[in-house]
T-cell receptor, first 113, second 115 residues
Framework: DQQVKQNSPSLSVQEGRISILNCDYTNSMFDYFLWYKKYPAEGPTFLISISSIKDKNEDGRFTVFLNKSAKHLSLHIVPSQPGDSAVYFCAARNNNAGNMLTFGGGTRLMVKP | DAMVIQNPRYQVTQFGKPVTLSCSQTLNHNVMYWYQQKSSQAPKLLFHYYDKDFNNEADTPDNFQSRRPNTSFCFLDIRSPGLGDAAMYLC??????????????FGPGTRLLVL
């Protein structure tokens, strides 16, 4: 049973436009959410996170929104740049159960010049 | 630069032949993790070490073992690799196992091919 799902395996966006990557979860015990970015032949790198006590966290071009009632979070990238082309993983954890991350399957973002 | 290093980046082994993947870190983190990631799937946690304490995930096959001889190094041993064990193996570290501010830092991964 997948507790964290990224239903879109890929997304294509024009440079300068907004990229919206979505993630849904089923475990209501998750209280911390993270986004990782992965380039080919590299390991995932941490991008941005949000605690369940917030509904928005912004860092430069990246904003993560959390809708707890819908068990849904999204990552917005604006404006999108070709260098943002990568696979984006959503991850969640229950802070009361250690630092164990449950990952989604990833969304491949392609930003076209 | 402080980092998580995995060697080799690509490993080819034969069906049933034991293989060891290595991970080292210069971050001086207390926790080290091993993940298995198959193509187009989410990384799956196999086990982790908090200092010397080993924590195995319930569904990790017995075929997979791990060693952490010191803070900097952690090894993944696959005793009898099967074709289904071909995957990317990711090592990660974190300062502590809990805490809202904690995140995990990943190495580049080792891609294992089983012939």
């Amino acid at each position: 049973d997948q507790q964290v799902k990224q239903n879109s395996p890929s997304l294509s966006v024009q440079e300068g436009r907004i990229s919206i990557l979505n993630c849904d979860y089923t475990n209501s015990m998750f209280d911390y959410f993270l986004w990782y970015k992965k380039y080919p032949a590299e390991g995932p790198t941490f991008l941005i996170s949000i605690s369940s006590i917030k509904d928005k966290n912004e860092d430069g071009r990246f904003t993560v929104f959390l809708n707890k009632s819908a068990k849904h979070l999204s990552l917005h990238i604006v404006p999108s740049q070709p260098g943002d082309s990568a696979v984006y993983f959503c991850a969640a954890r229950n802070n009361n159960a250690g630092n164990m991350l449950t990952f989604g399957g990833g969304t491949r973002l392609m930003v076209k010049p | 630069d402080a980092m998580v290093i995995q060697n080799p980046r690509y490993q080819v082994t034969q069906f049933g032949k034991p293989v060891t993947l290595s991970c080292s870190q210069t971050l001086n983190h207390n926790v080290m993790y091993w993940y298995q990631q198959k193509s187009s799937q989410a990384p799956k946690l196999l086990f982790h070490y908090y200092d010397k304490d080993f924590n195995n995930e319930a569904d990790t096959p017995d075929n997979f073992q791990s060693r952490r001889p010191n803070t900097s190094f952690c090894f993944l041993d696959i005793r009898s690799p099967g074709l289904g064990d071909a995957a990317m193996y990711l090592c990660a570290t974190s300062r502590a196992p809990q805490g809202a501010g904690e995140t995990q830092y990943f190495g580049p991964g080792t891609r294992l091919l089983v012939l």
